[in-house]
């Protein structure tokens, strides 16, 4: 079975080297009756798929996570499903806003999960509040930087920072992935500073992760963290350090929107207000982004200058703009002790509005998004706009 999917999804490989950009991607939404072939399902029907009438909860098929064996951790991290399991809970998510990219989340009463069902506009066919059926078998369990994820194996353009890949193919979402009965949408859980630091501590088995919560008294932190990457074309991942940039640990560089769309982050780069930013991570460093790649011969070789070709004679500025993207923006902010970053994407369409002055003066909010964690921190993403009119994700105290 598992070598059928795979054949199914070849046609989808080109997409899923698109997929591995850490960066989101536009998302098309097409309107709120947009037409749907994907049937609404009862149990009994299942049966054809091999249901069998047994709901595994979501807690303990993310359990299954820590049973991989020996020739499962030489090939990947995750841990690929090969039993008869299904597990079935509510969609607390949509990607109408343009935060959420190519997934979506459900949740039963013992947690929930990221499903990268590797496909735009979803809120057209999963409505927020209905049951989702899931057949597990032959799909991936695996995390990115510890965040709970379900997908397929990782492909052969799958770095190590991925457990899973999305699934592409609507033939293989169309088997494994079933719409049930529409039910109340699910109200966020308010969580205590306590519970997000208990989630913390259990890491990938935390409770909370994937989890529609609302987290009540934030407040501002004045500071950002984003990853840009100046040029456009060379590869992203930590193998390449000369061609990263992180905005953290120096306040929030000037930013004062929810995230940066292309237009936007120009905006900020021909400011200056990145011009102190440097170019590299961890202890590699190249100087900052007013220097040129060229300047670090001896660091980088000649084999990177060759990769940046021409772009090698031009500041990091410049290659920033020349090759400039959207950018998620992390924007802190405190329960208590505890740190919860809020992140945004640069093609939401809400990515531009302005931080309200009364949240940067210090107003406590309360916030409600999908908790995820990241690399051992806090994060949430927002479903709706910070101001949305029927239902803000921010409300200032």
């Excluded at 193998?239 to 900020?268: C, H, Q």
Aim: hydrophobic content about 35%; aromatic content about 12%; overall charge negative.
């Amino acid at each position: 079975m598992k070598k059928l999917l795979f054949a199914i999804a070849a046609v989808a490989a080109l997409v899923s080297c698109q997929s591995l950009k850490e960066e989101w991607q536009p998302v098309f939404t097409f309107g709120e009756n947009a037409p749907s072939e994907m049937k609404i399902w009862t149990e009994p029907e299942l049966s054809q798929y091999g249901y069998s009438g047994i709901i595994t909860s979501i807690k303990e098929m993310k359990d299954q996570y820590n049973k991989k064996t020996s020739y499962e951790k030489k090939k990947t991290s995750g841990h690929t499903i090969l039993d008869n399991v299904w597990i079935k809970g509510q969609v607390v998510s949509d990607d109408k806003s343009g935060n959420l990219y190519r997934e979506i989340y459900i949740q039963d009463a013992t947690g929930g999960i990221d499903l990268k069902l590797g496909k735009s506009s979803l809120y057209s066919d999963y409505k927020l509040g209905q049951w989702i059926y899931v057949k597990c078998t032959d799909l991936c369990i695996g995390a990115y930087n510890g965040m709970p994820q379900l997908g397929l194996e990782p492909d052969n353009t799958t770095t190590n920072e991925y457990e899973t890949s999305y699934i592409d193919s609507q033939a293989v979402i169309n088997s494994h992935v079933f719409r049930g009965e529409y039910g109340t949408p699910v109200s966020p859980r308010v969580v205590s500073e306590a519970e997000v630091q208990s989630s913390l501590s259990a890491g990938f088995a935390g409770d909370l992760w994937g989890v529609l919560v609302t987290v009540k008294g934030l407040t501002y932190g004045n500071e950002i963290f984003a990853l840009v990457y100046p040029h456009g074309i060379l590869g992203h991942k930590k193998e390449n350090p000369y061609n990263r940039v992180f905005l953290s640990d120096k306040g929030t560089w000037g930013i004062n929107t929810w995230g940066m769309s292309k237009a936007k982050y120009v905006e900020y780069i021909q400011s200056g207000n990145f011009d102190t930013a440097e170019v590299g991570s961890g202890a590699t460093r190249y100087g900052n982004i007013l220097t040129k790649p060229i300047d670090y011969k001896s660091q980088m070789g000649n084999e990177v200058i060759t990769a940046f070709g021409p772009d090698a004679y031009i500041s990091y500025k410049d290659m920033m703009i020349k090759y400039a993207t959207a950018n998620y923006v992390s924007h802190y902010f405190k329960m208590g002790s505890t740190d919860i970053q809020v992140r945004t994407s640069g093609y939401a369409k809400f990515a531009d509005q302005e931080l309200d002055s009364r949240i940067i003066g210090g107003s406590p909010v309360d916030i409600t998004g999908i908790l995820t964690i990241y690399d051992g921190s806090a994060q949430m993403s927002l479903i709706t706009a910070p101001d949305d009119a029927d239902n803000p994700s921010v409300k200032i105290n």
